[in-house]
């Protein structure tokens, strides 16, 4: 999966799960201030891109994600770097 694909899909996520438009989830969008997604949500989309990923996130690097630029460097750096197929746990 590429990272166009993956941010992509990202996309449809964010705009199904928190009824956003498109235009609004750019790279650069702020996951909080620009999207308007609490920590509440934030747990929600977690435990959807785990489904994504078929991996693990480790919740001290998804304290660090801000935009959706953050959120597609994680799940790329989790599809393709992981150990195993899909199933690694990032650290």
């Not at 235009?23 to 977690?46: H, K, M, N, P, Q």
């Not at 959807?48 to 790329?76: C, Q, S, W």
Request: glycine share 4%.
């Amino acid at each position: 999966m590429t990272r166009t694909d993956i941010e992509s899909e990202l996309v449809d996520i964010l705009v199904e799960m928190f009824e956003l438009e498109p235009s609004e989830v750019t790279l650069d969008a702020r996951l909080y201030e620009d999207l308007d997604i609490d920590s509440i949500d934030a747990v929600d989309l977690i435990v959807r891109l785990k489904t994504f990923t078929e991996a693990n996130v480790d919740p001290e690097r998804a304290k660090g994600v801000r935009t959706v630029r953050d959120v597609v460097d994680l799940l790329d750096d989790l599809l393709h770097n992981s150990h195993g197929a899909g199933t690694g746990e990032l650290a």
